[in-house]
T-cell receptor
Framework: DAKTTQPPSMDCAEGRAANLPCNHS???????VYWYRQIHSQGPQYIIH???NNETNEMASLIITEDRKSSTLILPHATLRDTAVYYC??????????????FGGGTRLMVKP | DTAVSQTPKYLVTQMGNDKSIKCEQN?????MYWYKQDSKKFLKIMFS???????INETVPNRFSPKSPDKAHLNLHINSLELGDSAVYFC????????????FGEGSRLTVL
C-alpha cells in the first residue's frame, strides 16, 4: 500500500542544493509528511516533518505544495556525508495499531565531489 | 550517551539456535519498536510496544518474541533460527504523541549459518 512515490536515485554535486521530490497524491487531511534518511550501515535518522506549512530545521527544509499532493526535501548545501537513502513517509502523528511507520524504497542520493 | 542502544552489534550463530538482541532507550519514550532490514534493504516493522500493549506485524513468525521488562527496554528473542532470519534488526523508540519521529539504534546484524 504505497502512499508515496519517490525517484529511486538522484545525484547531486557537493556544495549544491539537493532537492528530493515525493508524490503523495492520496494524503489525507490529518496525515503529516515525514522524511528520514539512512546512511550506509547506520540506523534511519529522522530529518523533518510537516503538515501543510513549509518547515526548516538545522538539517533541511521541507516544501509542501498547497494541495499537499507532493513535497520536496531540500538539503541546501549537500556534502559527501549526505549520501544516503532518503525516505518520504505520510502518516498521522499519533500512535495507534494501524498506523505504524512504514518505509518504502526511498531515493538513493549520491553526492559527488 | 547513546539514545537508543542495541547489543550485540554483530551476532553469528547456527541454524536452530535461540538468540536474543537487547535494546535500551534513555530518552524517556513510551513506545518502542523492532524493524527488520533484509538483504534487499527493505525496512519492515516487526513489533511495536506501548503501555504494555504489543502490536505484531502479522507476517512475523511466532519464533520471534519481544519482551519488555520496563518502558526503557524492548528485547527481541528469536527461537529456532533459520537462514532467512539473517538480516539487520533495528530497535527504535518514540513518544506515543509523536509517533512519526522515531529514534533508531545502530542496528544488530544477525547472520545465521
Amino acid at each position: 500500500d504505497a502512499k508515496t512515490t519517490q525517484p529511486p536515485s538522484m545525484d547531486c554535486a557537493e556544495g549544491r542544493a539537493a532537492n528530493l521530490p515525493c508524490n503523495h497524491s492520496t494524503i489525507s487531511g490529518n496525515e503529516y509528511v515525514y522524511w528520514y534518511r539512512q546512511i550506509h550501515s547506520q540506523g534511519p535518522q529522522y530529518i523533518i516533518h510537516g503538515l501543510k506549512n513549509n518547515e526548516t530545521n538545522e538539517m533541511a527544509s521541507l516544501i509542501i505544495t498547497e494541495d499537499r499532493k507532493s513535497s520536496t526535501l531540500i538539503l541546501p548545501h549537500a556534502t559527501l556525508r549526505d549520501t544516503a537513502v532518503y525516505y518520504c513517509i505520510v502518516r498521522e502523528p499519533f500512535y495507534n495499531a494501524g498506523n505504524m511507520l512504514t518505509f518504502g524504497g526511498g531515493t538513493r542520493l549520491m553526492v559527488k565531489p | 550517551d547513546t539514545a537508543v542502544s542495541q547489543t550485540p552489534k554483530y551476532l553469528v550463530t547456527q541454524m536452530g539456535n535461540d538468540k536474543s538482541i537487547k535494546c535500551e532507550q534513555n530518552l524517556g519514550h513510551d513506545t518502542m519498536y523492532w524493524y527488520k532490514q533484509d538483504s534487499k534493504k527493505f525496512l519492515k516493522i516487526m513489533f511495536s510496544y506501548n503501555n504494555k500493549e504489543l502490536i505484531i506485524n502479522e507476517t512475523v513468525p511466532n519464533r520471534f518474541s519481544p519482551k519488555s521488562p520496563d518502558k526503557a527496554h524492548l528485547n527481541l528473542h528469536i527461537n529456532s533460527l533459520e537462514l532467512g532470519d539473517s538480516a539487520v534488526y533495528f530497535c527504535a523508540s518514540s513518544k506515543a504523541g509523536a509517533a512519526g519521529e522515531l529514534f533508531f539504534g545502530e542496528g544488530s546484524r544477525l547472520t545465521v549459518l
